[in-house]
């Protein structure tokens, strides 16, 4: 009888353990969506009014592109004093409200309403819901008239210098929830599979482009935040579009690149750490690596649990980071020279790396913060917002 007893608990001790990729346990999921239900559906039923506004509705005469050519300056360029005609020079961290965001704020939008309404979609299985979000979907990047250009040429440019850079590649992190959500309202009856597979084919060209001009190779090869999220873009597009080969080369540039050389001994970034807003790149940064994670972690693949050689992992990310959002006095580093008082809000790292390592205080935590933040400075570098669409 003893026996038989320790044999029924280590049988459930296995079945217990978390697995990457699988459906272990939904309890953190039911909780996210008893937290959040009314308020997502409430914001939905807003949107099924919204009309769509993509890049064309916005020209700025500084773009060197044209009107289906996503535009965007460097946030942290200004006018010389010395020269105010000449070319822009840099005040790192130091956001100048003078230039040209439409575009990115517009992205912002879409991204918005695809992750919302895909959202009420998986809480309540109405297609209403994704009927209009296809709506957004066909005039941003099937319709001839309003679609963006599948190219980031010309985005955080800086006058009299660039015009486009491959750090702006950094803003079509907002897209991420829109191919998400794709996902999760793939399903539905209602879709258009011709559209649907219209819109695929963007995204498509969009992930060549990333993984073929050299804009795209600079940015893959940026030793911070912005290389975490070319492989978090890559990634999350190359699992719309069913592209295994790019879906392992992100793997490996997690395992050999990301990991080994942005994070430090201790869990920390010490790339981010030396910047001007050290406390938001450290959160962004930690939030793009838990969703790389997440996004290529399957059952044949567990980045979750992987470790260098020297013992970095995700999860040491996580508990080094963790004991400064619980509480931001103990932070040991300089303040952040703007948006000190904005951060932090509900985090993916927080959820997902309480979701899969069973660390209930994270999610405590990540309750306990802001869902729906309105600063500007904070959606744009938040772009996992719609955290029920990314449960499998």
């Given at each position: 009888?003893k026996k038989a007893?320790?044999?029924?608990?280590l049988?459930?001790?296995v079945?217990?353990?978390p697995?990457s990729?699988v459906?272990?346990?939904?309890?953190?999921?039911r909780?996210?969506?008893?937290?959040?239900?009314?308020e997502?559906?409430?914001?939905a039923d807003k949107?099924?009014?919204?009309?769509?506004?993509?890049i064309?509705?916005?020209?700025?005469?500084?773009?060197?592109?044209?009107?289906?050519d996503f535009?965007s300056?460097?946030d942290?360029?200004?006018?010389d004093?010395?020269?105010?005609?000449?070319?822009?020079?840099q005040?790192?961290g130091?956001?100048?409200?003078?230039?040209?965001?439409d575009?990115r704020k517009?992205m912002?939008?879409?991204?918005?309403i695809?992750?919302?309404?895909?959202?009420?979609?998986?809480?309540?299985?109405d297609e209403k819901?994704?009927?209009?979000?296809?709506?957004?979907?066909r005039?941003?990047?099937?319709?001839?008239?309003?679609?963006?250009n599948?190219?980031?040429?010309?985005?955080?440019?800086i006058?009299?210098?660039?015009?486009?850079?491959?750090v702006g590649?950094?803003?079509t992190?907002?897209?991420?929830?829109?191919?998400?959500?794709?996902?999760?309202?793939?399903?539905?009856k209602?879709?258009?599979?011709?559209?649907?597979?219209?819109?695929?084919?963007?995204?498509?060209?969009?992930?060549q482009w990333l993984?073929?001009?050299q804009?795209?190779?600079d940015?893959m090869?940026?030793?911070?935040?912005?290389?975490t999220?070319w492989?978090?873009q890559?990634?999350?597009f190359?699992k719309?579009?069913?592209n295994?080969e790019?879906?392992?080369?992100?793997?490996?540039r997690y395992?050999?690149a990301?990991?080994?050389d942005?994070m430090?001994?201790?869990?920390?970034?010490p790339?981010?750490?030396r910047r001007t807003?050290?406390?938001?790149?450290?959160l962004?940064?930690?939030?793009?690596?838990?969703?790389?994670?997440l996004?290529?972690?399957?059952?044949?693949?567990?980045?979750?649990?992987f470790q260098?050689?020297?013992g970095?992992?995700i999860?040491?990310?996580?508990?080094?980071?963790?004991?400064?959002?619980?509480?931001?006095?103990k932070?040991?580093?300089?303040?952040?020279?703007?948006?000190?008082?904005?951060?932090p809000?509900a985090?993916?790292?927080?959820?997902?790396?309480?979701?899969?390592?069973?660390?209930?205080?994270?999610?405590?935590?990540w309750?306990?913060?802001d869902?729906?933040p309105?600063?500007e400075?904070v959606?744009?570098?938040l772009?996992?917002r719609n955290p029920?669409i990314?449960?499998?």
């Amino acid at each position: 009888m003893k026996k038989a007893v320790l044999l029924f608990l280590l049988l459930l001790s296995v079945f217990l353990i978390p697995v990457s990729g699988v459906k272990a346990d939904k309890k953190i999921e039911r909780q996210v969506m008893k937290l959040l239900k009314n308020e997502v559906i409430a914001q939905a039923d807003k949107l099924l009014v919204e009309k769509p506004v993509t890049i064309t509705s916005f020209v700025c005469k500084r773009s060197a592109g044209g009107i289906h050519d996503f535009y965007s300056e460097g946030d942290y360029w200004w006018p010389d004093p010395a020269n105010p005609e000449g070319p822009y020079i840099q005040r790192d961290g130091m956001t100048n409200p003078e230039n040209f965001v439409d575009h990115r704020k517009a992205m912002i939008r879409l991204s918005q309403i695809v992750g919302s309404l895909a959202s009420a979609y998986k809480i309540t299985g109405d297609e209403k819901y994704v009927k209009q979000a296809f709506v957004h979907l066909r005039t941003w990047f099937v319709d001839t008239a309003t679609r963006m250009n599948p190219s980031l040429l010309y985005s955080q440019a800086i006058k009299g210098r660039f015009t486009g850079r491959g750090v702006g590649i950094i803003d079509t992190i907002q897209l991420m929830e829109v191919a998400q959500g794709i996902i999760a309202m793939g399903q539905a009856k209602c879709i258009d599979k011709q559209l649907l597979n219209a819109i695929k084919s963007w995204f498509a060209d969009y992930l060549q482009w990333l993984m073929t001009h050299q804009y795209g190779k600079d940015e893959m090869n940026a030793k911070n935040n912005h290389g975490t999220c070319w492989v978090m873009q890559a990634a999350s597009f190359a699992k719309l579009t069913g592209n295994n080969e790019i879906l392992d080369f992100c793997r490996k540039r997690y395992k050999e690149a990301l990991l080994p050389d942005q994070m430090g001994p201790d869990g920390s970034f010490p790339q981010e750490i030396r910047r001007t807003k050290p406390y938001g790149y450290s959160l962004f940064n930690l939030d793009a690596m838990t969703m790389v994670c997440l996004i290529l972690s399957d059952k044949d693949n567990d980045l979750w649990n992987f470790q260098t050689s020297d013992g970095k992992s995700i999860r040491n990310g996580i508990e080094f980071l963790y004991p400064y959002v619980s509480d931001k006095s103990k932070w040991p580093y300089k303040k952040d020279v703007m948006y000190w008082d904005d951060w932090p809000v509900a985090h993916p790292f927080l959820l997902f790396g309480a979701n899969q390592f069973n660390v209930m205080p994270w999610f405590k935590t990540w309750s306990s913060l802001d869902h729906f933040p309105k600063v500007e400075e904070v959606v744009r570098n938040l772009p996992v917002r719609n955290p029920l669409i990314w449960f499998n």
